[in-house]
């Protein structure tokens, strides 16, 4: 069954950079685009980036812009987020999240993993 | 990239309908057929209701239906079940070749 596994989360203070990986299986991962999706601790959903099936292309929210970098290693099914000068309103879970369809539409979500920035 | 606009609560008895509302602009909701919508229960990931405005994936219930007109989308629940306490969000493409979410609505069954 397709599976989603995030890592990387944790404690880390602002200005320090963090890096998140997601494990996909279960499908073929080099033809679905991908997402990162955040949701700070009683909120909303917040969208962060996308990046298309062969890594061609990647969009991101105004919020992370030039402080967060989506990537893949289609040889290893793994999506990356890394994350840099990060900010306590960047606390949150992410989730990474399959993409279906031509815009890919975030359809399977990951369980999440918690990053909390904190001095 | 502003937040879709979706009211904070909705409630209903069990058997009856009700429909959350989600509202964007051209640039999003009103100009492309890519509202999905999402449904959150405590503690869990977020899981797929509705994709293209109104196709439901397999194995989610009939009882959930997706439509839209101009710039806002809409989720229909009907014949509310206890299980179906959850919160949901709303999420569209945009013009920017980004997503956006809405805020979320925590629906209740009273």
């Known amino acids: 069954q397709v599976q989603l596994v995030e890592s990387g989360g944790g404690v880390v203070q602002p200005g320090r950079s963090l890096r998140l990986s997601c494990a996909a299986s279960g499908f073929t991962f080099n033809s679905y685009g991908m997402h990162w999706v955040r949701q700070a601790p009683g909120k909303g959903l917040e969208w962060v980036a996308i990046?298309?099936?062969?890594?061609?292309?990647?969009y991101s929210a105004d919020s992370v812009k030039a402080r967060f970098t989506i990537s893949r290693d289609n040889s290893k099914n793994t999506l990356y987020l890394q994350m840099n000068s990060l900010r306590v309103e960047d606390t949150a879970v992410y989730y990474c999240?399959?993409?279906?369809?031509?815009?890919?539409?975030?359809?399977?979500w990951g369980q999440g993993t918690m990053v909390t920035v904190a001095s | 990239q502003s937040a879709l606009t979706q009211p904070a609560s909705v409630s209903g008895s069990p058997g009856q309908s009700i429909t959350i509302s989600c509202t964007g602009t051209?640039?999003?909701?009103?100009?492309?057929?890519?509202v999905s919508w999402y449904q959150q229960r405590p503690g869990k990931a977020p899981k797929l209701m509705i994709y293209d405005v109104s196709k439901r994936p397999s194995g989610v219930s009939n009882r959930f239906f997706g439509s839209k007109s101009g710039n806002t989308a809409s989720l229909t629940v009907s014949g509310l079940q206890a299980e179906d306490e959850a919160d949901y969000f709303c999420?569209?493409?945009?013009?920017?070749?980004?997503?956006?979410f809405g805020g979320g609505t925590k629906l209740t069954v009273l």
């Open positions: 051209s640039s999003d909701v009103g100009g492309y057929n890519y």
């Open positions: 999420s569209s493409y945009t013009r920017s070749s980004t997503w956006v």
């Open positions: 990046i298309w099936y062969d890594g061609t292309n990647e």
């Open positions: 999240v399959r993409g279906i369809d031509y815009y890919a539409t975030p359809d399977i």
